[in-house]
């Protein structure tokens, strides 16, 4: 259990926000704790740090329900906001939420707007942070020994510290196509001929018609949608390298000959793109996980998880929310642990949260990485409580987009690419058990883990992944 939960709610007006870098003019703001404002102890300690980026001149505001017109005028009023985009996704609809959120412009800097919100008829108000994936790039697949993270001590060839998964695909556990996982990220080459196979498309659309077929609020996504660029077009060429790298891990076609294979040779991913050029928003992490969180409930899928191999920011209710509203589906939200501060040195999430992945939601498995060797990644974060298991991280191979646009491979290192391992043992575990719930598949992994001596009192399991008898 972690130790972690930051629920909003200790008054009218609660508010978790955190110190932080504001991109345009990197000036560091603070909010004092006072009359109407709840600052938790995380939030405080967090404050003191800073570091966190986010939106200038945007706030989220969750207006308590049924609020009148004219009282959230006046609310606006107070920093001359003005309304960017009213947030009502079908997730939260689906779930009760009758108001949803409102994305606010304001001329003033954000901590200052959320502070003359106070007494306000609003339920909270934060930040719209930025984050950004969790992987750093290095150079040199099954065969010839560069696919260390699939292997295991009696694979051939052989490491100890994989994650197995070559045991389990000898054992004839390859995955299933009527398993989905929802990969919220850069976007994801559909057409790489290691990934083609495995690319979910939308049962309920017809391709290129312009019409909103399965009536989910989005013309013709076919294979996802892009939150970052707010179309259809899930790959927009070689900057959606990350989110096409941690795809091939996950479920990069295995048998076939050539390239990669991921530890779930058959699946079905859905690409829910909210990772651009400058990263990515709350606002569109949010959209994104009710993409996916509506998906399953519109088609009847089984999608059992969500890889989330990104971070930063400070504590979000309108986030830790549409995760619960995941989690109430039954979805796994399986997020990388991050890759430590500007100094890429891995720090320890207990005294310092990394978002999303230190939230208190029960769907969260938190991932750290680890080396060949067995070594905790240098850049890898750890966190007896905060942190639930390692899997490989260092120099993991996988798919790429080339410059030109075919199908390519590389090496990649970060907890964005231990993250994906553990994605697709979910998607794994899932096949071979059709019938397990999300605790289920999470009680699996973390049971099943190997103990490690560089994990131990690093993470909740105190080991690494392994799907041997998944």
């Known amino acids: 259990m972690k130790n972690l939960n930051l629920r909003a709610g200790k008054s009218a007006f609660a508010v978790a926000v955190l110190s932080a870098l504001v991109l345009t003019g990197c000036e560091k703001e603070t909010l004092p704790e006072s009359e109407g404002f709840v600052v938790s102890q995380e939030t405080q300690a967090a404050a003191s740090r800073g570091g966190q980026h986010f939106v200038a001149n945007e706030v989220l505001v969750k207006f308590k329900s049924g609020v009148a017109a004219n009282a959230r005028a006046a609310a606006l009023a107070r920093i001359s906001g003005t309304v960017k985009e009213k947030i009502h996704t079908k997730a939260m609809e689906r779930f009760g939420d009758r108001e949803g959120l409102v994305l606010v412009h304001t001329p003033l800097a954000a901590l200052e707007a959320i502070g003359k919100l106070k007494g306000a008829e609003i339920e909270y108000a934060e930040p719209n942070y930025i984050y950004q994936h969790n992987a750093t790039s290095n150079d040199t697949y099954y065969t010839n020994g560069s696919l260390w993270g699939m292997y295991g001590s009696s694979t051939s060839p052989a490491n100890q510290y994989g994650s197995q998964a070559g045991a389990a695909w000898a054992n004839n556990h390859t995955g299933s196509s009527s398993v989905v ?5 850069e976007g994801v080459m559909h057409s790489h001929s290691d990934l083609a196979a495995n690319i979910w498309k939308n049962p309920g659309e017809v391709a290129a018609n312009g019409v909103d077929d399965d009536g989910n609020g989005y013309i013709d996504d076919v294979y996802g949608w892009d939150f970052d660029g707010n179309n259809n077009s899930t790959f927009d060429g070689s900057q959606d390298d990350h989110g096409t790298h941690v795809a091939g891990t996950i479920g990069g076609v295995g048998g076939n000959g ?13 690409s829910a793109k909210f990772l651009g050029r400058n990263g990515g928003t709350t606002a569109n992490a949010i959209k994104s996980v009710d993409y996916l969180t509506d998906l399953k409930s519109r088609h009847n899928l089984n999608l059992v998880a969500s890889n989330n191999s990104w971070g930063g920011g400070g504590f979000s209710q309108a986030l830790y929310d549409a995760i619960e509203r995941s989690n109430q589906a039954n979805i796994l939200f399986i997020a990388a642990a991050g890759n430590g501060g500007s100094d890429g040195v891995g720090d320890n999430n207990d005294s310092t949260p990394h978002y999303p992945s230190s939230y208190a939601n029960s769907n969260i498995i938190a991932v750290a990485s680890i080396t060949s060797s067995g070594a905790r990644s240098g850049f890898s974060n750890y966190g007896a409580s905060s942190v639930d298991i390692g899997a490989p991280g260092s120099g993991i191979y996988s798919t790429l987009p ?18 994906p391992h553990v994605t697709g043992a979910a998607a794994l575990y899932a096949a071979s058990n059709p019938s397990a719930s999300a605790a289920t598949i999470k009680n699996a992994i973390m049971s099943s883990s190997l103990p490690t001596s560089s994990l131990t009192g690093r993470c909740i399991s105190g080991g690494r992944l392994n799907v041997s008898n998944f």
């Not at 080339?402 to 993250?419: I, L, N, P």
């Open 258 to 270: 050539t390239g990669v294979a991921g530890v779930a040779w058959n699946v079905k991913m859905i």
């Open 402 to 419: 080339s410059k030109s646009g075919t199908a390519s491979y590389g090496s990649y290192s970060g907890t964005s690419m231990a993250t």
């Open 181 to 185: 996982i929802g990969i919220i990220d």
